[in-house]
């Protein structure tokens, strides 16, 4: 067996550890260790702490040379990165003030991605997921969530699971499949059965066979399923042993209310939350996402991050990378943007993207670093942390490590 592998020195090495899931977290809370290093073992963490108390004869050393600081691995806990095509013509539209109808009457909006993901092969669907999560990586996102949901049909859906799944044979970011066969009602639906309740009957039972996602998901909102329209989708996911996660509350509020009463994991937009849905979901167990890249993508207004963590809710941050309304994909750069706008202190916004993330997928083996977790880490080339988010996505990391192993 070889040795374990020691890596360090970190000038700061921020463990994200000892954090409440939950509420407002002052920069003061932020545990750090100075000189430190990580000790790993196949892929796993063995030992975080002080460079020097972990050197021993029976390891090997990785030096990290000059200044750096070491964080978790960053999990994007909500993507859209499996589509065929380009929305380039929604932004500019968009731009030009036309409104979502217009874009939609024009033959853009969700509707145009389902179309060109149908047109794409299953291997190309896969090349391009491998080829957005390549970008992911090297901006330090070590796991990243994948919803399908351009599909909108029993066989398209499937295209679109078992491509996610057969990236994630492949790709070096693990990748964590979601199924969001309720995106839209699917616009040429011509069967005399509801499509909803095909997806339940046919989609499900394939779903667990193949073992293709334990997540479900579903688009709340006038333009696509009521709650009440929800309802049998998220019972029947439920019964079934899925984790519920909702896309809630980003034109209208009704969507949080449907995640608390399912106890989703997660309820993710909430731009157009009120203080109802704020006091309601720092109550749950369920975990408030916002999704800054949907708001700079749409020129819509951030979720109300800080009045969330301020009531005692949870807060994940994630990119929406999709190619309608979140185009840009860069989760560190949006994550710093909405500390700005939000008022969110540099751990708020580095939780979101680490610890409170990986809850958020309930993922208990990352986000954070300790022992028995995955070696999954991220270096950036300064002495002081607070340069991280200052620097809103443009000081990129140095050294991006996963299960133990550089990958860029
Ligand atoms: O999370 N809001 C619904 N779904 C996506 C947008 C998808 C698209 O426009 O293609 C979102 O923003
Ligand atoms: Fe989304």
Known sequence: MNKPLLIGPFTQLLPMT??????????????????????????????????????????????????NICLPGFVDSHTHICFGGTRARDYAYRNAGKTYLEIAKAGGGIWDTVTQTRKASQEQLVEGIISRSKKHLKNGV???????????????????????KQANETSNASLIPTCLAAHMKPKDWNQDKEYLDVIIKELFPIIK????????????????????????????????????TVHADQFTTGGSQVAVDFDAVSADHLEASTEKEIELLAKSNTIATALPGASIGLGCAYTPARKILDAGGALSIASDHNPGSA??????????????????????????????????????????????????FVIFPTDNYQEI????????????????????
């Open 389 to 408: 988010t200052y620097h809103q996505g443009q000081m990129k990391p140095n050294e991006v490590w996963k299960k133990g192993v550089p990958i860029h």
């Open 209 to 244: 066979e193949e073992n293709l996602a334990h997540r479900v998901d579903a688009f709340v909102e006038e333009s696509a399923f009521s709650p009440e329209e929800i309802k049998p989708y998220f019972q029947k996911a439920k019964a079934m042993g899925f984790d519920i």
């Open 327 to 376: 185009p840009m994909g860069d989760l560190l750069t949006q994550a710093s943007i909405l500390g700005t706008f939000e008022k969110l202190s540099n751990t708020e916004v580095l939780a979101g993207i680490t610890s409170r993330a990986a809850a958020a997928l309930r993922l208990t083996d990352r986000g954070k670093l300790e022992a028995g977790v995955q070696a999954d």
């Open 18 to 67: 000892g954090l409440p899931l939950k509420g407002a977290l002052k920069d003061e809370q932020l545990p750090i260790i100075e000189n430190g290093g990580i000790l790993v073992s196949e892929g796993k963490i063995l030992k975080v702490g002080v460079f020097k108390d972990l050197k021993s004869d029976d390891v090997d050393i990785h030096h990290i040379e000059g200044q």
């Open 142 to 164: 070590t796991t990243i969530e994948v919803k399908s949901g351009y599909g909108l049909s029993v066989d398209e859906e499937l295209k679109m699971l078992r491509a996610i």
